[in-house]
């Protein structure tokens, strides 16, 4: 059989089929120029789109053709595509007016260390398969872990997100019960106890997803009361903990929340943690947004008496302006993680005396995430990350003053970060409960729809409640006034601040 001539990295080879191989480097010199300069012009006009994009559901699906190209198709036309099919259907995360759920940032030197990672392209599940991406993962979450406050007995790994790194640390917290259900599963078992998991009633679903996926189940989820201020109350959490061990259910973990999606309310991680001591409970600290903020020695108390916790959830990708994903699970028990997930087949066997990340968590493949927290870390400087986040608690306290000093709006829930939850309620009307969250919902709808600013909105005491969310490296205060002035314009209420 004649063997195919394969395309060598002069670009001028012709190939024998005229077809084969990867794109000439002169043609990817020249794309990537182009899509590098669309890449700039995006990023330094972000407001030329709406936020929120005018498209109805099916809309983009129309534009597309159902069944791929047969024949290659121009890098020329893909490019138009993008600009005129993709572009203006997006939710535009980087726009400075996104101030919705937690607003984020892909930052410039996230976006470098993308490019860099997309390139190199390692699959580090061993250390063999990427020695640099594994040292280097565990060198910048040790620099992170530092800047946090977090002592030295942590061991970091990324992962896709927070759901999976909460996924992770609870499936740990079930091995260290020594219940053999590595071993022998759950279904069928009469040996097993009713296993637990306790969480305050303001935690984020992914802990409810993660006991789902555990055997746990909807109904082995404790939710706990909180206090005035949307924390978990830790008395009523030792209460539900003594009638479980009364009625022989196990405790399998506890979840404290650093600043939870609705409020970012902080829990009493202190007084959480010595419960957990007390009863050999595993805690697990899900810190997904607000564990950033601890690089500010003014937000430390965050994670006071975290060090007697088993794992940290933090999601550079969150409000580090990582790009997303990158979320770091720490966990002080890595013995524990590698008893619940690692499993060696032959072809994966290797000498060295190290530690493979495959074997401490779901995923086997893993991508070159510590790269753009690395970029991160160092263009910015400690001392630059501290400076942004500063920035953004004062201007989301900023914004809180007008909300407090306005007699149409009220502040719903304390806001220790960036994150303030108000709501419209005009003075001098006595309206009903219900009329005034469907005036919520409509001015939410009527500011989101100019485009300018995309505002989010959760239930806190069974109230209609908006968020601002301010997170985004491109959002001024003047982004802030305008959100301010939008939603005073469209509630009809006389413009103040
Ligand atoms: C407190 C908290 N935990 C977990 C998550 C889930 O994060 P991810 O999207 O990284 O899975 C979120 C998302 O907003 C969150 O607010």
């Not at 409000?319 to 028990?333: A, E, G, T």
Request: hydrophobic share 40%; glycine share 6%.
């Amino acid at each position: 059989m004649p063997s195919k001539t394969l395309r060598t990295d002069t670009e001028t080879t012709p190939l024998a089929n005229g077809s084969l191989g990867d794109m000439s480097p002169s043609e990817f010199r020249k794309h990537a120029a182009e899509f590098t300069e669309w890449i700039i012009r995006y990023l330094e006009h972000p407001e030329r789109y709406k936020v929120l994009a005018d498209v109805a559901p099916g809309d983009i699906k129309a534009k597309l053709p159902g069944s791929a190209p047969e024949q290659p198709e121009s890098m020329e036309s893909i490019f138009s595509d993008l600009d005129s099919i993709i572009a203006p259907a997006l939710t535009h995360w980087n726009h400075p007016g996104f101030m919705a759920y937690f607003s984020n940032t892909a930052s410039k030197p996230g976006i470098l260390g993308e490019f860099v990672s997309a390139a190199i392209n390692p699959n580090a599940m061993l250390w063999r398969t990427g020695p640099a991406v594994v040292e280097l993962e565990e060198v910048v979450l040790d620099w992170l872990r530092q800047l946090l406050g977090l002592s030295a007995d942590f061991y970091g790994l990324i992962h896709e997100g927070a759901s999976l790194a909460s996924l992770v640390a609870l499936a740990a917290a079930r091995e260290s019960l020594n219940l053999r259900i590595r071993e022998e599963g759950m279904i069928g078992r009469t040996d097993l106890p009713k296993l637990r998991v306790y969480a305050s009633e303001h935690s984020h679903s992914s802990i409810d997803k993660a006991a789902i996926i555990l055997g746990v189940g909807q109904s082995g989820i404790t939710k706990i009361e909180s206090d005035a201020e949307f924390r978990m109350i830790p008395d009523a959490l030792e209460r539900k903990i003594e009638i479980d061990l009364k009625q022989g259910v196990k405790p399998m973990a506890v979840v404290a929340t650093v600043g939870t999606t609705s409020s970012t309310a902080v829990d009493p991680v202190k007084e959480i943690a010595a419960i957990c001591r007390r009863y050999n409970i595993w805690l697990h600290i899900d810190a997904a947004y607000a564990g950033s903020a601890a690089v500010l020695s003014e937000k430390r108390w965050i994670f006071e008496g975290s060090e007697t916790a088993d794992s940290i959830v933090v999601n550079p990708h969150k409000w580090l302006f990582v790009p997303v994903d990158c979320s770091v699970l720490y966990c002080r028990k890595p013995d524990i993680l590698r008893r619940a997930f690692s499993l060696i087949p032959e072809y994966l066997k290797t000498n060295e005396e190290v530690r493979n990340p495959m074997d401490y968590g779901v995923t086997l493949g893993r991508r070159f995430r510590a790269l753009k927290l690395w970029f991160v870390i160092r263009t910015f400087g400690a001392e630059g990350i501290r400076e942004r986040l500063r920035y953004h608690i004062q201007i989301a306290q900023d914004f809180k003053s007008w909300i407090e000093e306005s007699p149409d709006f009220e502040l719903i829930a304390p806001a220790p970060f960036s994150v303030v939850c108000f709501r419209y309620n005009p003075s001098g009307k006595k309206l009903h409960p219900a009329e005034i969250d469907k005036l919520n919902e409509t001015l939410m709808e009527r500011v989101n729809s100019t485009g300018e600013v995309f505002l989010s909105h959760t239930k806190l005491r069974n109230c209609f409640v908006l968020r601002i969310a301010i997170g985004n490296l491109g959002t001024t205060e003047r982004h802030v006034k305008r959100a301010w002035e939008l939603l005073q314009e469209h509630s009809g209420t006389p413009r103040s601040a």
